[in-house]
């Protein structure tokens, strides 16, 4: 009686092959659908909450003194700094005339490195234990096969 295993090492190659090529085109047909897809409302206008009603940033050229940053617990809650009500970051802005100017800002480039940082750990993670498994399969078929051929040579010969 044979051994059916539930590995894909029963399949033969040319079906291996066609799943692979199949999981293949639908990515690809994903990433294309996905990349067509416009995401975004054109008649969004993010929300900007400018301190003091200075709009200099929008008139003249500026320098970011503070990069965006989250505002502090105290700022949120006590809405002391009106910038930090709608996003909870906030950043600071030298205008050319020499204002100094706090404007709210969206936080997408501290989240965005984040996020990549934990899809790049997790992609690590899973592929180390995706080689480990297949590395622990393949040495216990390779067993298995030493010991079928172990067993067929010590079986003894009927004449």
Same mark, same amino acid.
Request: charged share 25%; glycine share 4%.
């Given at each position: 009686?044979?051994?059916?295993s539930t590995?894909? /090492? =029963?399949y033969?190659?040319?079906?291996? @092959?066609m799943? $692979? =090529?199949?999981l293949v +085109? ?5 990433? #294309?659908?996905?990349s067509?897809?416009d995401v975004h ?5 993010p929300q900007i909450?400018?301190?003091?009603n ?7 050229? &500026?320098?970011?003194i503070?990069e965006c940053?989250?505002? %502090?617990? @105290? /700022? ?5 700094l009106?910038?930090?009500?709608n %996003?909870?970051?906030?950043?600071? $802005?030298?205008?050319?005339s020499g204002?100094?100017v706090t *404007?709210?800002c969206?936080?997408? +480039?501290e989240? /965005?490195?984040?996020? $990549?940082?934990?899809f %790049?750990?997790v992609? =690590?993670?899973? =592929?180390? $234990?995706? &080689?480990?498994l297949?590395y622990? *399969?393949?040495r216990v078929i390779y067993? *298995? +096969?030493q010991?079928? #051929? ?7 010969l009927?004449?």
């Amino acid at each position: 009686m044979q051994n059916k295993s539930t590995m894909l /090492e =029963g399949y033969p190659k040319n079906r291996m @092959f066609m799943g $692979l =090529g199949i999981l293949v +085109a639908c990515t690809i047909i994903v990433i #294309i659908i996905e990349s067509n897809i416009d995401v975004h409302d054109h008649n969004f206008q993010p929300q900007i909450v400018i301190e003091n009603n200075s709009t200099c940033w929008l008139r003249e050229e &500026y320098q970011v003194i503070e990069e965006c940053h989250p505002c %502090t617990e @105290f /700022e949120v809650v006590s809405k002391s700094l009106g910038v930090c009500i709608n %996003t909870h970051y906030k950043e600071v $802005l030298r205008c050319k005339s020499g204002e100094i100017v706090t *404007r709210s800002c969206d936080h997408v +480039a501290e989240i /965005e490195r984040r996020n $990549l940082i934990i899809f %790049t750990v997790v992609c =690590g993670v899973l =592929g180390f $234990l995706s &080689y480990m498994l297949v590395y622990w *399969r393949e040495r216990v078929i390779y067993r *298995r +096969a030493q010991l079928k #051929i172990e067993r067929q040579l010590n079986r003894p010969l009927l004449l």
